[in-house]
């Protein structure tokens, strides 16, 4: 069953139950869903990769807006960002634990033979395909220069 096929059978359970938080969450989910699809042509399915970028994608937006609401004491929008990053969380592939992260780019410095953070693109390219789905870009990062550095 695709994402898409999921989440449209969550959202009719969502109504069903009446759970208004979920079903933002879930709305947020199709609409991202249905606009890559356009963008390549109205016959595109998306892969499995694609789907998890798009999750991806609207959890970090949903990050940033709720650390910028946070800051600005809007703890209303601060509540609505992260019910969403929640429902958007659960269709995410397992995220990684930071030593968990450490040791596949650890392997990943090995076998690209880097010694500096003059490699460091060399080895984000490697770890961003080896942890595809599994961790953010930006903890991927902080990860390489501190093993790097």
């Known amino acids: 069953m ?3 096929e999921k989440i449209d059978q969550d959202i009719k359970a969502a109504m069903l139950a ?7 969450g879930l709305r947020a989910i199709k609409s ?9 042509g109205a016959s595109h399915e998306l892969d499995t990769e694609a789907e998890i970028k798009i999750l991806q994608k609207l959890a ?6 709720a650390d910028i609401y946070k800051t600005q004491n809007r703890d209303d929008l601060y509540q609505i960002e992260m019910g969403e990053l929640q429902v958007i969380e659960a269709y995410l592939p397992k995220q990684l634990g930071r030593e968990e992260i450490e040791a596949i780019i650890k392997q990943v410095i090995a076998s690209t033979g880097a010694t500096s953070v003059k ?3 060399k080895v984000m390219g490697a770890a961003n395909k080896e942890l595809a789905g ?8 902080e990860v390489v220069k501190q093993l790097l550095g």
Do not use: N
């Open 2 to 4: 695709s994402l898409a």
């Open 18 to 24: 009446k759970q208004a938080d979920k079903l933002q």
């Open 32 to 40: 991202a869903i249905l606009t890559a699809r356009t963008e390549k």
């Open 60 to 65: 970090k937006q949903r990050k940033e807006s």
């Open 119 to 121: 490699d460091m693109g």
């Open 134 to 141: 599994k961790a953010d870009g930006k903890t991927i990062s």
